[in-house]
């Protein structure tokens, strides 16, 4: 439907007149969230149309203990993966997770796990949508592997090496 699925890492007010009064305590801001999954709506929401507002969360880290990355939507477009762990600052978090949740505000409350591997990077679906792609550093190395949608066959699928970004051909079957 054109909607769009995004992260932020280290939420904050881009300009002190935009923070609304009920966040402001004793000259204090209070942010409603530290890091937020959402999705975004072109086009919609604002003044023109008021019915669907342009972003809906998904997730939200009130601390540095859930911060997320790289979400990726499902083939079907009714789920989608994204990369869970501690934000570290500057833009950067250290990836422990890849889970998977429903492609729909509120979505992150049934999200689940479907690998642990830790220094997670990369996810790609298959173009079947039942399996998903990821590199995994360790040691100063990236390997990529392969997990089902439904948490099972987690496999190494390549030699250690330097490798990045991996994903299915669309012909894939």
């Not at 679906?125 to 190395?141: A, C, E, F, I, M």
Request: net charge neutral.
């Amino acid at each position: 439907d054109g909607s769009v699925v995004f992260t932020c890492m280290g939420f904050q007010f881009p300009d002190p007149a935009m923070v609304p009064p009920e966040l402001k305590v004793n000259g204090k801001v209070s942010l409603p969230f530290r890091h937020v999954l959402g999705i975004y709506h072109p086009g919609e929401g604002g003044m023109y149309e008021q019915s669907r507002t342009a972003q809906e969360f998904v997730a939200l880290g009130p601390d540095d203990k859930f911060c997320f990355s790289s979400p990726k939507i499902s083939p079907s477009g009714t789920e989608f993966v994204a990369i869970v762990g501690n934000y570290e600052g500057s833009g950067l978090m250290r990836a422990n997770n890849l889970v998977m949740m429903p492609f729909r505000p509120g979505g992150g409350n049934e999200a689940v796990t479907i690998s642990k591997a830790g220094n997670i990077s990369d996810p790609s679906w298959h173009p079947n949508g039942q399996s998903v792609l990821y590199v995994t550093r360790t040691d100063g190395k990236r390997a990529i592997f392969s997990v089902g949608r439904d948490q099972t066959g987690e496999k190494k699928i390549s030699p250690e090496g330097s490798f990045r970004a991996p994903s299915y051909s669309p012909i894939s079957k």
